[in-house]
């Protein structure tokens, strides 16, 4: 069996302190840092960061994508206009901020998924190299086998949360979630056919919905890989400005990171390739939005537009804020902070939390 990469090791023994209560001691930290400060400058960066853009595309491109507006609705006041309950966030707590109430998410999922899990593990075993664990001389056939094993793993995450958010919400709640949906979407990303269910869709409608979707599919998945091959680039710029430096704890280090994403300011020719791909994402977004509009009848129209005009008021504002910062993204080449940004006092980044899950338990064992 092939051996994990030195970081998840580290990773979990960091975090095995910090379950207990006990301080990593600074070496532990340390290495964990520096570590993940050079896995973020590697070619193994950009095949993550690829697996995990493509797996979410690919989950809200199918309709199942209710989870990622959700969280930033939960985030921004919806939680009274859904109506949660105290006994519905346990659940759903991969859409808050709590780590102890993920923790306890993702222990569920491994129970429940043991099997998928345990196939999608062997996978990414399989695909990874002992003597090039950052894939700095794979091959392209190498590359393609770890992106897709991340990719499955992304999927699988993504599916369980999506299944969670089915069963936990009320019917009335989803038909709340979709509307809201409907009313943030020219801000909230992809339209797609589910959206559209508060407007009775006949069965030909759904079908004809499907159909204009898939003759998309393919221009967006390009633009996708175009945003997370950028992003990467980006984020590996930014990590080598913090190589060499000392952190005294992981608190020191998240916002030394925010720092250097806030200070950063990139090439005019990467400046203007993020406007182009934004803006070309804006206008394939629209266009998608039109066509699919287009099998709508005017009685569906008309109720469409009577659910857009009762957009409440957290809405509004959010669609506001989202405006406002891509506004902000096109004048200024410095980084600007979203609604739904991680910031230094949140748990860790994601890159970090997926090393974590990535060697949390032996391969062939599942979480008790």
């Keep these: 069996m092939k051996t994990l990469p030195l970081f998840a090791p580290l990773c979990f023994a960091l975090l095995f302190a910090v379950a207990s209560a006990q301080e990593p001691t600074p070496e532990q930290l340390q290495q964990v840092i520096d570590e993940q400060i050079r896995s973020m400058q590697t070619?193994?960066?950009?095949?993550?960061?690829?697996?995990?853009?493509?797996?979410?595309?690919?989950?809200?491109w199918n309709g199942q994508g209710t989870w990622m507006p959700l969280r930033v609705l939960l985030r921004?006041?919806?939680?009274?206009?859904?109506?949660?309950?105290?006994?519905?966030?346990?659940?759903?707590?991969?859409?808050?901020?709590?780590?102890?109430?993920?923790?306890?998410?993702?222990?569920?999922?491994?129970?429940?998924?043991?099997?998928?899990?345990?196939?999608?593990?062997?996978?990414?075993?399989?695909?990874?190299?002992?003597d090039d664990p950052h894939f700095e001389r794979a091959t392209e056939e190498q590359k393609n086998a770890y992106r897709e094993a991340e990719m499955a793993m992304n999927t699988l995450a993504l599916s369980a949360m999506q299944g969670a958010v089915v069963e936990t919400l009320t019917p009335e709640q989803m038909l709340k979630v979709r509307k809201l949906e409907m009313q943030l979407m020219s801000e909230m990303g992809i339209p797609f056919p589910a959206m559209f269910d508060p407007l009775d869709l006949t069965e030909e409608q759904k079908k004809e919905m499907e159909k204009i979707t898939d003759t998309m599919k393919a221009e967006f998945e390009r633009l996708t890989l175009e945003d997370a091959t950028l992003g990467a680039e980006r984020t590996a710029i930014i990590f080598r400005t913090l190589q060499g430096k000392s952190f005294d704890s992981y608190d020191e280090f998240q916002k030394s990171l925010m720092d250097a994403f806030r200070q950063h300011v990139p090439s005019e020719a990467a400046r203007k390739k993020g406007v182009d791909i934004q803006e070309r994402g804006?206008?394939?977004t629209t266009l998608l939005q039109s066509r699919l509009m287009n099998v709508l009848t005017d009685e569906q129209l008309d109720k469409m537009q009577k659910i857009l005009d009762e957009t409440p008021e957290f809405a509004k504002k959010l669609i506001a804020e989202m405006k406002a910062q891509r506004e902000e993204q096109k004048k200024s080449p410095v980084y600007v902070p979203g609604p739904d940004s991680w910031r230094p006092g949140m748990p860790m980044p994601g890159q970090f939390k997926e090393e974590r899950q990535t060697g949390r338990f032996p391969r062939g064992e599942q979480s008790e």
């Design 76 to 130: 921004s006041g919806g939680e009274t206009e859904l109506g949660i309950t105290d006994e519905q966030k346990q659940p759903l707590s991969f859409l808050y901020k709590d780590m102890e109430l993920g923790v306890e998410f993702m222990r569920k999922m491994h129970r429940e998924q043991a099997p998928e899990l345990l196939q999608v593990m062997q996978a990414q075993d399989a695909a990874r190299l002992p």
């Design 43 to 60: 070619p193994q960066s950009l095949l993550r960061g690829e697996a995990t853009m493509l797996a979410a595309f690919h989950s809200s």
């Design 282 to 284: 804006i206008k394939l």
